[in-house]
């Protein structure tokens, strides 16, 4: 056996040649930078360059100096220069949107390596996985405290509070890592990153409800459109999971895009659409139903006035703001909901005419697998589903 100073001398050995190994890695990383820097500051210039090069071909063309199929080869090729400098601009460092900046500053959020965007967009669903059943429990908590825990406990207000502390804290983190996988690539609607700041909005301002009457005969709708959401979003994640799997396998989704369930399903999938659109629909028709409980009670509850002097409200605009909030979510997710029928049924109906002369990669018919994609307008309003879609199916 090797002397104690045998031993210790092998482990410095090591941890210098680890040191070396750090150093080269250091060096190599500094020489990546320095290349990316040298050909982002020259891609404006070169697309400036470009786009001076096509006019002119488009004058040479007119003037008569070109022939049409020279014209047409010059086109070509300035398209792939083009092309080219696209992929370039990707290298450019983006400090993401103004929500970005105000938590983590102007840095840089775009990811070079390929396995680290991955990582991004299994991190975000397992977030949203693991945290599902707490949109089963917090509603829970919530029915107990109302038919329960109020019967035998003095002041049970903080089970309330609590659950829509954790609900901002989901809807925020939602939207951050909703804004930085856009960065790097993700193709989320638009739609859903500005219904989880509602959502989050939404949050702030129950919190600041004061627990009184009206609050206590509004809990019990909360608590039954909470609960029904957390039902609708374990149904969907299912769906969208099996989904996404199904698109990535055939390459019309790719590893960087969430759990999407806007794509084309292969298989029949008839049963699980129309359980699916009842779900969603009921969902709409529940935060309209709020929606309009909470304006009119705005307006005609006894123990509001709304239009006295604004220095004395004490619930009135907490109820005005979250009433409008759910329409405005309502309104939204139907929107969504109703044009993603409609681009699926345009797109679908490209290739109904031919039978099999169609091409394959012609889109498919407007059959109710296609329409099944309705699922994707998922509703987690303020603890909705966030809905995600491919630009390259039908963009919101």
Known sequence: MPSLAARIESAFDDAVKDAQRAAEFQALMSKADSIRDTVVAG????????????????????????????????????????????????????????????????????????????????????????????????????????????????????????????????????????????????????????????????????????????????????????????????????????RHYSLVAQGKASQMDVTNPEGLREYNTTALLVVLVVLLMGTYCFELYLSYSMLHAAIYHPGLQLWRNPMFYKQELQVVFVGAAFAVLAVGNTISLVRTVSDKCVRGSGGAGGGSSRPADAPRPATPEAVADVAAAGSRSPSASPGVRHRSVAKQ
């Open 43 to 242: 891609c404006d210039k070169k697309r400036k360059k470009l786009s001076a090069l096509r006019k002119e071909a488009k004058e040479a063309q007119e003037s008569g100096g070109l022939s049409e199929e020279e014209a047409s080869r010059l086109t070509v090729r300035l398209d792939e220069a083009d092309g080219a400098l696209q992929q370039a601009r990707r290298l450019r460092p983006v400090t993401g949107s103004l929500f970005i900046r105000l938590f983590l500053g102007s840095v840089n959020v775009k990811v070079s390596h390929e396995e680290d965007r991955k990582k991004l967009k299994e991190e975000y669903n397992k977030f949203k996985s693991r945290t599902n059943l707490l949109f089963i429990l917090i509603p829970l908590s919530w029915a107990a405290n109302i038919y329960l825990l109020s019967d035998w406990l003095s002041y049970t207000h903080w089970i309330t509070v609590f659950g829509h502390i954790w609900l901002l804290y989901y809807y925020v983190t939602l939207a951050l890592r909703e804004n930085i996988l856009r960065v790097n690539g993700s193709r989320i609607m638009s739609w859903w990153i500005v219904h989880h700041y509602i959502s989050a909005a939404m949050s702030i301002v129950m919190l600041t409800w004061p627990f009184t009457s009206l609050h206590e005969e509004l809990m019990p709708s909360f608590t039954v459109f909470f609960l029904s959401q957390a039902v609708v979003m374990q149904f969907q994640a299912f769906y969208q999971r099996r």
